[in-house]
């Protein structure tokens, strides 16, 4: 991430380490699938901002293989931390952690075949999503890929519709705007791609249905409970209040019979000209 871009809403080290780790995994198969768009082979340069603990270092190590080298990039000291020792356990040798911005980190312009983000940008206001862009765009090698991925809320829905959803879904929101992004980041990456003078811009769009045995049934209920903090503070709900509509979401979403549509997850990706 680059300076003034975000302050992060969530708390909980040990659990927010989880959440992240979880959410990695289950984000495999997309940003698998888009690694395959792109071609990233053996010998790439490869940087993946705001990677948070792993992000998709492990996949890249993979495809670039000991001739090629992979960037890890955040900002957050936590994170970095985090990133370092799941990087350590997982004997990544090809990948390297960087603390900090990612032009304030002595990353060389121009210098990476690859430069990625998955979920950075949803949690950065509009108006600093084309400095991020812009400086993703400057460390991409003329010919090179930058790549961004995020959710956008739009499809995401219970049915039957409940209460508990929509209170704590808005509290949530709230507390998001509070302290930037607005949830629906995911529409606008092809156009921010675009204006920052990427060519050859593609886009994909994910969706699913979330079974009861899926994790991502349940995430949502992770991520209230990490902003618990944040929500109370914003004032529209009491800590009894929230409790008490989590216990009902939570039996909610655990009935077989409520149909769960995930937010969109959406890739956009293209060329630096040049």
Known sequence: ??????VYV????RDELE???GQAEDLKPESSWLLDQIGVDRGWRA??????PIGI?????ERVGPEGAVVGVEREPRFAAMARAEVGQRSLRNVSIVEG???AAGLEEGS?????????LINVPQSNQHSIVAAMLRLTRPGGILAVESWDRASHVCYPEHPAWRILNDAYREAVRATNGDGTSGRTLPWLLRSAGVTDVRTKVHVRAVEVSDRRRTHRLGILDVAKAKIL???RLSETEFDAHRTSLAEHLADPDTLLIDQLFVQAWGVRPG
């Open 101 to 103: 911005d990612m032009l």
């Open 10 to 13: 969530f708390g909980g080290e």
């Open 57 to 61: 270092l492990d996949m890249l190590s």
């Open 47 to 52: 940087a993946d901002i705001g990677c948070g």
């Open 233 to 235: 503070a914003a004032g």
């Open 1 to 6: 991430m680059t300076t003034k871009s975000a």
């Open 19 to 21: 959440r992240l780790l």
């Open 112 to 120: 990476f075949d690859l430069v990625h983000e998955r979920l950075v």
